[in-house]
């Protein structure tokens, strides 16, 4: 009784291709995670301002959304409406954090080509290391 393989030359083929196509995407997934963490680099040291109060009342913040100063022009304190103070305040900080936002998508958005990852961005959900 003799056994004949058919196929087999032909199902090695493809897993060699088949290979060389995932060796191909790691790579290019592995770039991506280094020009995502440029971009967090770059974020990180970027900076974007919000003001409120017709600029009495500005936040700083960083591209990655750390707030690094407030600044608040003296006539603007009032000791009998301090409330008014806080919601500047929180509105100034507001601005700069939706400017901070929109330069984390510009800047990722380059780098994803536009691909939205959502929760996957640094590390691609932590899947690459």
């Not at 967090?40 to 009342?57: F, R, W, Y």
């Not at 591209?63 to 690094?68: H, P, S």
């Not at 509105?91 to 990852?117: F, I, S």
């Amino acid at each position: 009784m003799t056994t004949t393989l058919v196929g087999s030359a032909d199902r090695v083929r493809p897993n060699v291709a088949n290979q060389k196509q995932l060796n191909q995407m790691m790579r290019q997934v592995q770039k991506m995670q280094a020009d995502m963490a440029a971009a967090q680099d770059e974020l990180a040291t970027s900076l974007v301002e919000g003001s409120a109060g017709g600029g009495k009342v500005t936040a700083v913040v960083t591209g990655a959304g750390d707030v690094q100063t407030v600044r608040i022009s003296p006539d603007v304190v009032d000791p009998d409406d301090v409330e008014m103070l806080e919601d500047l305040v929180v509105a100034a900080v507001g601005e700069a954090m939706r400017r901070a936002q929109e330069l984390q998508a510009e800047r990722m958005g380059a780098v994803t080509g536009g691909v939205d990852l959502g929760g996957l961005g640094p590390g691609l959900g932590g899947a690459l290391g």
